[in-house]
């Protein structure tokens, strides 16, 4: 197909098409011999915007939310404009240095630390407000820095719109939007992607640094068109240093009000009755089967997250929001959810992944941003393993039994009570794009997963990071030990994986046949490839599972 956005179910963009690009190149002098960095403690020519061994903030500024990744990068360049971004990124180059790229810190793997190199840190750009693209269309920006729940307040406190974006939010939109970005109001209103209209990027091509803004609107095949597209889910650090993110005036409003719902199993009622944890998965598999399509009309407003915890953990928790004033749907939804079990639910004992809402209610309403902060999953900063799934099916019994097996097997000597297989609801008007419109592929998706482990103790690294590798890898034996993508005719149940959770086991740079591309972005990869090699040619930002540009 030609490199035209297909619209099926995109928000459409105010403002006309202009032909050609719009670059802007900052008035930034030319290249010149730059002196070395200075020595620990020493003076640096950006005064306090650059941090360097021996500063007090070296060490929490040169590692992010993941207790795992540490390095010693030579400096830390805290970005306070656009100026100060090209300048950055031209100083690293001219000094040999690699430069990586942190929001808000929280990639779950060591993509962003960066010994000897140069940390680019844009979290001092928190603005969000109102503008106008470079067309002259009125939208909402947000600045890279910004973190989720930034967003969600001065969008909603300002203007009354929101964003579709997660549920975590000391995440930094930065990363967040490039990779997708879904949340609690995805099945209503889609992905964050879906709404984005233009991208402010610090791009390098042929030599050159320079800011470039792209939108959704410039010529189908130009440059920045695919510039744009490969910031609707291709991922962070491959292509520059974002800058700003542009969003439609047309943004959803959020609902005035919503109910939670929290609900537990114990864990030691489970264990007597295995067929009630078997018949809970397929109960969960089976509703979002049925109610996931693009033109759900009934549950478009629900988002539901079950939490499997290993059995040490104490109770398995069934967290809901329903997005309606009427009850009604939502109490069907939960008797749906314990039809057929003989474990009866109760009021959650345990936190779950981050979560504890003991309601003896089991529902209760209250202002949207309100629940929005009480469904905040960031937790403490501790050691972390990520794994993610889509699924397009019901859970397989195979599925099923190694979940079992997995969550009731103990490991001598190491603390399993934070390890979990998080289910997320998924679909509605996800699915109502069409899967090459945005790097996003997984549009028929019915269910999300996040296979997590968190500890403390760096000596039960290697514990943690074996036993959640078994858990997934027995989960999808029968497609080769990852969620295999499904082609037309040959449904496998479930659709690769979430570029935002990466997981080095899927494979690197390094491999000769990594599955990452495959898994992350399948038909949709050649194209980013071929933005890799328009505005990247040198590679010049690059981490373990970056977009690899065709020879």
Not at 419 to 424: G, P, Y
């Amino acid at each position: 197909m030609d490199h035209e956005i297909s619209r099926r179910g995109l928000l459409s963009t105010a403002g006309a098409v202009a032909a050609g690009a719009s670059v802007t190149a900052l008035g930034v002098a030319p290249a010149r011999a730059v002196p070395a960095v200075p020595g620990p403690g020493g003076p640096s020519d950006s005064g306090d915007l650059r941090v360097l061994p021996g500063d007090g903030r070296y060490e929490t500024l040169s590692q992010g939310f993941n207790q795992r990744w540490t390095s010693e990068p030579a400096y830390i360049q805290l970005v306070t404009d656009d100026r100060s971004a090209v300048s950055a990124v031209r100083e690293a180059l001219q000094r040999g240095l690699r430069p990586t790229v942190r929001s808000g810190g929280h990639c779950y793997e060591d993509f962003v630390e960066n010994t000897g190199g140069a940390i680019l840190d844009l979290s001092t750009r928190k603005g969000v407000y109102r503008t106008t693209d470079k067309y002259g269309a009125a939208a909402y920006c947000v600045e890279a820095g910004a973190t989720v729940w930034d967003m969600y307040t001065e969008l909603f406190r300002k203007y009354d719109v929101t964003v579709p974006a997660g549920s975590c939010y000391s995440v930094g939109a930065g990363g967040h939007i490039c990779g997708g970005g879904y949340g609690c109001l995805n099945r209503r209103d889609g992905l964050t992607v879906d709404h984005l209209t233009q991208v402010d990027v610090v791009t390098v091509r042929d030599g050159r640094a320079e800011v470039t803004s792209a939108h959704r609107s410039d010529p189908a095949g130009s440059d920045t068109a695919h510039l744009f597209w490969a910031h609707t889910g291709g991922g962070g650090g491959n292509f520059g240093v974002v800058l700003r993110y542009y969003f439609a005036e047309s943004l959803p409003r959020p609902p005035a009000r919503v109910w939670l719902s929290s609900i537990a199993w114990p864990w030691a009622e489970i264990l007597k009755r295995p067929e009630d944890f078997t018949r809970l998965m397929k109960n969960f598999g089976e509703f979002f089967a049925a109610h996931s399509g693009p033109d759900e009309p009934v549950y478009q407003g629900l988002f539901s997250i079950l939490k499997l915890t290993h059995r040490t953990n104490g109770n398995i928790a069934l967290f809901s929001q329903w997005a309606g004033e009427d009850t009604g749907p939502l109490d069907e939804y939960l008797s749906a959810m314990e039809a057929g079990l003989t474990t009866p639910a109760t009021v959650q004992t345990d936190s779950a992944g981050g979560l504890f809402l003991p309601y003896p209610d089991r529902r209760r309403q209250m202002p949207w941003l309100q629940a929005t902060q009480t469904l905040n999953g960031s937790g403490a900063n501790q050691r972390g393993k990520y794994k993610s799934a889509y699924h397009r099916k019901p859970f397989s019994d195979h599925n099923i039994g190694a979940v079992w097996t997995w969550l009731t097997k103990d490991v001598p000597g190491v603390d399993l009570t934070q390890t979990l297989v998080q289910i997320d609801s998924y679909g509605g008007r996800v699915n109502a794009v069409d899967p090459c419109a945005t790097a996003v592929p997984q549009r028929d998706s019915c269910m999300k997963l996040q296979y997590q482990t968190y500890w403390t103790v760096p000596a039960q690294d290697d514990a943690h990071l074996d036993f959640l590798r078994g858990l997934y890898q027995d989960t999808y034996a029968e497609t080769g030990g990852v969620p295999e993508i499904s082609d037309p005719g040959h449904d496998l149940g479930t659709d690769g994986c979430y570029v935002n959770y990466p997981d080095v086991d899927l494979g690197t740079t390094a491999d000769p046949a990594p599955q990452y591309p495959r898994l992350y972005y399948k038909q949709n990869y050649a194209r980013l490839q071929l933005a890799k090699r328009t505005w990247d040619q040198q590679n010049v930002f690059h981490h373990a599972q970056s977009v690899v540009a065709p020879d």
